[in-house]
């Protein structure tokens, strides 16, 4: 079969979108082999993300769409995969990239090795290394990123972050990865047949439902280990649909209702908190019949109704799989032993006055004791902040942080214990509540 590429974009009023497709072919091996799915959400005297030179290039499939009628990224995305004809591979990238001179081999090379050692279906996916559109090419980073476990947020879905690959200048092979990028995906391209974007999602919850959709598919992910394109995070400069889109009118709704609808639909997809998907037919947007959600939750160290996380996966951040009931029986001697091994994952949200820090007192402190206790007012958590996290903090208008940990209590309130070298401990800030639900909230000490 001839090696196409379907390159899936959806981009919404963006003036990277002629650069990002300009890269992309300047840097291909064979420009010849591929083929653009552009869904352009634009609005009209918008002059800076024409695209229209390419109107009569046989290899575009341009869908336009009026901005008022954007319903948000994965809308997008589900439109573009609806385009795909048949190509052998394709890959899914932002309208916000840079690409590495030849990219396209280096992305088959390393699915053809994959595919040798038994992966019929390897997925190359991640958060990739970034660059500034205003310090290009000098603001690229250069080493190649994996994607680690953040948190749960509170609607149910996970936030990841991207962390350097430890050893990618001696590794000759992609990483095994848990996660799925949304603005980074290379695989075969049956994959826009069997593992469609969901349309009703709007943002958070789309990666990590791919990624267990997809690997209940049948397929294997893994994180490049060579830089083959770079993405703009900052979003500086570009309009976004969550700004353009912030009401709900009599066409459309609102960006918040679609994406707390989004929410209740993703946990519902996971069985989270105390719902069920049992019974509920999710078509061609669920889980797939070659793995189970249960062997992707073995294979990840993360358990979705319990909101957990396993030390091996964070922490301790080591490349997956990890170990489990079945093929550990040393560890774990049942199942009720493996599901007992994760923590609940918590995310303290912390706020302090700058007025109660910024004093003649807290000027020589040389650490923070920052502590997070149970309902009970025992000390579940400790984090120690230094003297350089201090002084960001001192820089913003509040001190704001978080304080992220597992356990099986639920953080009820937390204080700050500020240390002086020269005074000793200085006097307790708080404790304050955590801001959870208010049937949760019980007073703590003096509260």
């Known amino acids: 079969m001839e090696e196409t590429i379907y390159i899936q ?25 591929l083929r653009f799915g552009i869904c352009k959400q634009s609005k009209e005297g918008d002059n800076f993300d024409d695209i229209s030179k ?12 009026d901005w008022r009628d954007a319903k948000g990224v994965c809308w997008a995305r589900n439109l573009v995969q609806n385009e795909y004809n048949d190509e052998k ?13 030849g990219w396209d081999t280096i992305c088959i090379d390393m699915l053809k090795q994959l595919q040798k050692k038994g992966h019929k279906k390897p997925l190359l996916t991640g958060y990739i290394p970034s660059f500034e559109p205003w310090n290009d090419p000098e603001g690229r980073q250069q080493d190649p990123w994996f994607m680690e476990f953040d948190r749960f947020i509170p609607e149910g879905a996970i936030f990841f972050l991207p962390a350097t690959i430890p050893d990618y200048e001696t590794r000759t092979e992609p990483m095994r990865s848990r996660f799925y990028s949304a603005h ?10 069997e593992v469609k974007h969901d349309p009703d999602y709007y943002f958070h919850g789309e990666e990590i439902s791919i990624a267990v959709r997809a690997f209940t598919y049948g397929y294997d992910l893994f994180h490049p280990h060579k830089v083959v394109c770079w993405h703009e995070y900052t979003r500086v400069g570009r309009d976004k649909h969550w700004e353009d889109h912030d009401v709900d009118t009599e066409k459309t709704k609102g960006w918040v209702s679609v994406n707390n609808a989004c ?5 519902t997809l996971f069985g ?20 189970t959600l249960e062997e992707y939750e073995m294979y990840s160290g993360i358990k979705f109704d319990k909101r957990g996380v396993m030390e091996y996966t964070w922490p301790e951040r080591k490349e997956p799989p990890n170990p489990d009931y079945v093929n550990s029986p040393e560890l774990f001697p049942t199942r009720e ?61 509040a001190a704001s942080f978080f304080l992220k940990f597992c356990s099986d209590k639920e953080p009820r309130s937390w204080c700050v214990l500020p240390h002086s070298p ?19 909230i019980e007073l703590t000490n003096n509260e």
């Open 9 to 33: 974009i959806a981009s919404y009023r963006d003036p990277e979108l002629p650069k990002t497709i300009e890269d992309c072919l300047k840097n291909a091996n064979k420009p010849e082999n």
């Open 54 to 65: 390419y109107d009569n290039d046989p290899r575009f499939r341009v869908i336009n769409v």
């Open 89 to 101: 591979y394709t890959l899914q990238i932002d309208s916000h990239h840079r690409f590495a001179p």
């Open 184 to 193: 980074f995906c290379f695989t075969v391209g049956e994959f826009c047949n």
């Open 263 to 267: 929410h209740l639909k993703n946990r």
């Open 272 to 291: 989270m908190d105390e719902t069920n998907n049992e019974g509920i037919d999710f078509g061609k947007f669920g889980f797939g019949n070659v793995r």
């Open 337 to 397: 032993d493996w599901v007992n091994a994760f923590g609940r994952n918590w995310c303290v949200d912390i706020w302090i006055a700058k007025n109660q820090i910024n004093t003649p007192d807290h000027a020589d402190c040389d650490f923070w004791c920052v502590t997070a206790h149970d309902e009970n007012g025992d000390e579940i958590y400790r984090e120690d902040r230094n003297r350089w996290q201090i002084d960001e903090e001192l820089k913003k208008d």
């Open 422 to 440: 020269s005074k000793g401990w200085l006097e307790r800030i708080g404790p304050h509540n955590v801001n959870l639900p208010k049937s949760k």
